[in-house]
């Protein structure tokens, strides 16, 4: 009987998610509580990573005692070290910004977006680092011969996920670029807009990456005057448009 319960606990551990615990939340910007997305965690002491989602949300393996650490271009890193009663529920990680510096405003000079995009690059590269350690756990067989099926299909997984990591932190960039070349600081001199009127107009009127790539210095000062004229007359009570 006891080589039966033996054999019942050998086979459960050996099962692919079985003792698996993970650590979940959202991470948050400390001084306005807006959820930060794509943040790096890296789990240092089972060498595993994530990136929080599109609604600050994240999810890694983690047992109490692991090292964590989160990371994110403008914030400053923070550590974590994970005990039992943050496994319990949702754990919502803080995480300050840096100082702002003064910045470039003028289109086209490149160099703060250059250095954030290294920067960024660097964060991300245990994504585009095939040697790094899955996030999904793994099965071992026990004797170390033999087939294992749930290997082949969790590295399948992995290159997949990797793969959706990838598309998603390109998208990211390319907004990051655009952000750069058509930035809040230059529109409001140019237009003189504030706050919610500013707002409005950029996302109404923003350019795609691929103009942004094409466009020179001059071309996107004659996209934002020429699309502000036509807020401008949208903004326009009805009858003095008649």
Known sequence: MRY???????????????????????VLRTDSKEFLVSVSIENKTQRRHDLSDERGAYRIQSMPGDVLIFTHVG???DTLIVDSSMLAGDYPMYMDPKPQTLRAVE???????QLDSMARREEYA???????????ERKRTGDGVGINLDLFRNA??????????????LREEEEYYVDFRCSREYVSRLTKLKGDSLQQFMMHYRPTYEYCRKAANVDILVFVNDNFKKYMKREEPASAVN
């Open 4 to 26: 039966f319960f033996s054999l019942l606990a050998l086979l459960l551990l050996s099962c692919p998610g079985f003792g698996q615990r993970f650590l979940t939340g959202k």
């Open 107 to 113: 289109v086209g000079s490149l160099s703060n977006y």
């Open 126 to 136: 245990w994504v585009y680092d095939h040697t790094t350690p899955p996030r999904i």
């Open 75 to 77: 914030y400053h890193a």
């Open 156 to 169: 399948s997984k992995e290159d997949k996920d990797r793969e959706k990591l990838k598309k998603r932190i």
